[in-house]
């Protein structure tokens, strides 16, 4: 028989598990949950190592200038992704947990509905583009990442592994399009190709995973031809998201608006600058995601039995995350110049500076994306869905304010504050979310950490 290095390290974990008292369906659990999370980070690590050292070379290949150009097209197409999204990452994956028995109508309405809201996506970014004043070249560039995002549809297939805790599938595709596209990066730096191949390159990375998610669905013994659309279930599930797909949205404007701004009111120059020292402050935002993806349905499990117990948790998640973001933030912090000068070279110093301010935005992001799960677990769409826009807004208003004055050191400024209010402050202003305060709060001095 095959050995399976998998079996090796359940039993080699359970075995140091079961000299504790820990009950033996809790120690399966831990076990299911940690070979689901160490999925999920392996795809990441490829991710952050492949993508993001081939987007140095990128960066390097093209100058301040032209990466600058791309990366202000990435960003006005990506201002349009909420509407392919709709908002039903998470809420498919809770109702193919809360519904098995309803699977096939729950992916097929999904899949519909992703399908209009991709090609209605595509329409914005078409009619916006004629309102643009950037060249005909950058038009192209945008129109071929966004021709790319049709492709979102198919990621349904990802929300049924993430139920069934089994992320080693959806990592499977994303890896192999990250993969895929770093290579055609490279050989488009070989061949001295022109900047409109790298769109092309971004495009065909989400292709390649759409079509990876549906093609591993398949040969799992599922049939994407048994999906049902369910009209019930489809307005059940807008119903839920809307709030999720809008909020998305706002988030998808202060985080990509002030490169959009960048260019306007300076030039594609000072664009590439920030974009690279943005590169090195959002690389680490996976960590936080594969946490919450994998660990946070057992915490919703736990509220169902035990509210103090489930808030224990929430609390030890987030002082796990609060630190990790700390850990990497004040390094970077002390060695931005050198970071910035080794990786991209002496043009792009003026990014140090950006860095600098930009990576302890990494804090309350981290600290944000568990409060968006836990929005969900307490049916808090709506609120999480005001607190956004005013985010959006103050980030807005910041970059109008700052950057003439301050150039792209007044953005990094604007987008530190704007995460600062999103993720932490703001659950000062409304009394439902008070308490999720008081547990960040908490969560920074370690008080319930350690204890069982």
């Known amino acids: 028989m095959k050995p399976n290095f998998g079996n090796y390290i359940s039993n080699f974990i359970n075995g140091i598990l079961i000299k504790t008292s820990i009950p033996e369906q809790t120690r399966l659990a831990f076990i299911r949950y940690f070979f689901n999370t160490g999925w999920m980070f392996a795809e990441r690590m490829l991710f952050m190592i492949v993508a993001f050292f081939v987007g140095i070379y990128v960066a390097r290949y093209l100058g301040p200038g032209k990466y600058g150009i791309l990366n202000y097209a990435l960003s006005f197409a990506f201002l349009f992704q909420a509407f392919s999204k709709l908002g039903l990452d998470g809420i498919v994956t809770r109702n193919l947990i809360q519904n098995p028995d309803k699977k096939?109508?729950?992916?097929?309405?999904?899949?519909?509905?992703?399908?209009?809201?991709?090609?209605?996506?595509?329409?914005?970014?078409?009619?916006?583009?004629?309102?643009?004043?950037s060249d005909y070249q950058t038009k192209i560039m945008v129109i071929i990442?966004?021709?790319?995002?049709?492709?979102?549809?198919?990621?349904?297939?990802?929300?049924?592994?993430e139920s069934q805790v089994?992320?080693?599938?959806?990592?499977?595709?994303?890896s192999v399009s990250v993969i895929v596209s770093s290579a055609l990066k490279i050989l488009f730096i070989f061949l001295v190709a022109d900047l409109l191949w790298f769109a092309v390159?971004?495009?065909?990375?989400?292709?390649?995973?759409?079509?990876?998610?549906?093609?591993?669905?398949?040969?799992k013994n599922q049939n994407i031809s048994k999906w049902k659309f369910d009209k019930p279930i489809s307005k059940s599930l807008l119903k839920d998201s809307w709030p999720l797909m809008l909020s998305s949205m706002a988030v998808m404007l202060y985080m990509r608006i002030d490169q959009i701004m960048i260019k306007e009111m300076l030039d594609a120059n000072a664009v590439g600058q920030y974009a690279a020292a943005v590169k090195i402050s959002e690389i680490w935002y996976f960590i936080p995601v594969i946490i919450n993806n994998s660990i946070f349905p057992a915490i919703i499990g736990a509220k169902t039995k035990n509210e103090t117990f489930y808030y224990k948790r929430l609390q030890q998640l987030l002082s796990l995350l609060i630190w990790m973001a700390l850990l990497i933030s004040l390094p970077i912090y002390i060695?931005?110049?050198?970071i910035i000068t080794n990786l991209f070279g002496d043009e792009y110093l003026l990014a140090s500076s950006v860095?600098?301010?930009?990576?302890?935005?990494?804090?309350?992001?981290?600290?944000?994306?568990?409060?968006?799960?836990?929005?969900?677990?307490?049916?808090?769409?709506k609120l999480s869905l005001i607190k956004t826009i005013l985010g959006a807004t103050i980030n807005i208003t910041l970059n109008i304010i700052l950057i003439p004055k301050y150039g792209i050191i007044g953005a990094a400024w604007a987008t530190l504050i704007t995460y600062a209010f999103i993720g932490y402050f703001s659950n000062l202003l409304f009394k439902p979310t008070r308490k999720l305060f008081k547990i960040q709060t908490n969560a920074v001095f370690f008080t319930q950490f350690f204890k069982p």
């Open 335 to 338: 060695i931005s110049p050198a």
């Open 355 to 381: 860095l600098s301010i930009h990576i302890w935005s990494g804090i309350f992001i981290f600290m944000n994306n568990t409060a968006g799960k836990w929005h969900i677990a307490e049916n808090l769409t």
């Open 201 to 219: 390159a971004y495009s065909v990375e989400i292709v390649v995973r759409g079509v990876g998610f549906l093609i591993i669905y398949q040969k």
């Open 145 to 161: 990442i966004a021709a790319g995002m049709l492709f979102d549809s198919l990621e349904v297939g990802r929300f049924f592994f």
């Open 166 to 174: 089994k992320a080693k599938y959806s990592a499977v595709a994303s």
């Open 104 to 133: 096939l109508e729950i992916l097929g309405s999904s899949f519909t509905l992703k399908v209009l809201g991709s090609i209605f996506s595509f329409i914005l970014i078409f009619v916006s583009l004629q309102f643009s004043s």
